[in-house]
Structures are given as structure tokens and as C-alpha cells.
């Protein structure tokens, strides 16, 4: 059902990501200390590579509904014009899953993982060009609720704007030519439970102006 109120998605994005809170807040957690159970953080080079507080996964595989429930939570992101411009390629193969360290420098940990979910961007359903960064990344930030949400672990690593990377997943994975690889997604089941501290710095913030 669409909402004026959300001119760029529907209710129904709202609502998903308004769950996820909920889901947290019954657990009587927040955001920031559920996510730092594999505390994510944004290398230099555009990647999120795991770091060395997160060596552990359990050897448990993930239920096809879980997975499921993680693309549905993605494919309520919002996008411009609700034009959903996503593809997803779910990788269960050990062999393929195992092949992707490979071609990304920060993809070692991924023989560990259980499955990865490769986000792209699909250029010939967008209805505003050049917003598809913004309409994936929204993507893939509910996606990454809901991983933690399922008491799950993952980490984003970059593969866009990165050409080789680009070239490399799109050759990997068959890629049509107007479908670009924005991300990839190990998942597993974390063996450990991590706190962060609250990255909030108040001199980030500007009220009117900057």
C-alpha cells in the first residue's frame, strides 16, 4: 500500500524496519550493542572487513526460511520512485562460497561462513539513474538488521566502486552486463557475543546549518 508519506517506498518499508526495532527491543538491546556481536567496521579501502574480534563461527547451517526472511527484509528497502533495483545471488555452493577469498582481499574469513548473499544493482529497472547506490545500500542495511536480528553474524564487504572486484564477482557469478555487484555478505552463527562502545560524536551533529 502506498503512503504520500513515503514517496520513495511504501508503508510496508516502514513497518519492516520499524519490527526490527521492536524485535531488538524485546531483547532489551539496542542497535549498536546487537550489531557489535561482530562489531563491523568500514576499512579504508571502502570494504567492512571482519576484524580480529570476530575469529569464531559456529558450525550450524542457516534454514532456508531464515534466509528468505532476510531477502524479504532487503526488498523493503526504500528505493527512488519505488523502483527496487536489486538482484540478489544467494551462495550455498562450498565450493563457489569458499572461491570468493580469491578474488577480495577481505573475504578470508569466508570458509567459515555458511552462506554469502551477493547484493548487485540491476540498471534496467531503475527509474532515476544513478540513484541505485542509495536504493542498494538501504538494501542492504535492512538486510543487515535482519541477519542481526535472527541472532545471526555477517559483515558487508565491499565490492563497488572497486573495478577489479567488479570485473572479478561479475565473472564469478555470470553477471549480465547491466548488473553491477555492490556487496557481499558472509553469514554465519557467531560463537561469541561483542560490545562496542557508542560511536556517537556529538561534533558530527548541525541543527539548521552546518
Request: proline fraction near 6%.
Amino acid at each position: 500500500m502506498h503512503d504520500a508519506r513515503f514517496p520513495f517506498g511504501n508503508y510496508g518499508t516502514f513497518k519492516c524496519v520499524l519490527d526490527l526495532f521492536l524485535l531488538l527491543s524485546e531483547k532489551g538491546m539496542t542497535v549498536n550493542e546487537h550489531s557489535s556481536r561482530q562489531e563491523m567496521r568500514h576499512g579504508t579501502d571502502g570494504s567492512h572487513p571482519y576484524t580480529q574480534k570476530y575469529p569464531q563461527i559456529e558450525d550450524r547451517d542457516i534454514p532456508k526460511e531464515m534466509i528468505r526472511e532476510i531477502l524479504d527484509a532487503a526488498m523493503m528497502a526504500p528505493s527512488a520512485g519505488n523502483s527496487q533495483p536489486w538482484q540478489f545471488v544467494v551462495v550455498n555452493d562450498r565450493e563457489t562460497l569458499d572461491a570468493t577469498k580469491d578474488i577480495h582481499p577481505h573475504l578470508k574469513m569466508v570458509t567459515q561462513a555458511k552462506v554469502g548473499i551477493l547484493l548487485c544493482a540491476d540498471l534496467s529497472l531503475e527509474k532515476f539513474p544513478g540513484y541505485w547506490t542509495q536504493d542498494c545500500s538501504a538494501a542492504m542495511q535492512n538486510m543487515l538488521l535482519a541477519i542481526h536480528g535472527l541472532g545471526l553474524g555477517a559483515v558487508w564487504t565491499g565490492v563497488y566502486p572497486m573495478e577489479d572486484r567488479v570485473k572479478a564477482f561479475t565473472t564469478m557469478f555470470n553477471l549480465p552486463e547491466k548488473v553491477i555487484p555492490l556487496g557481499f555478505v558472509p553469514i554465519g552463527w557467531p560463537a561469541q557475543t561483542i560490545k562496542s562502545e557508542s560511536r556517537y560524536k556529538e561534533e558530527r551533529v548541525h541543527y539548521n546549518t552546518y
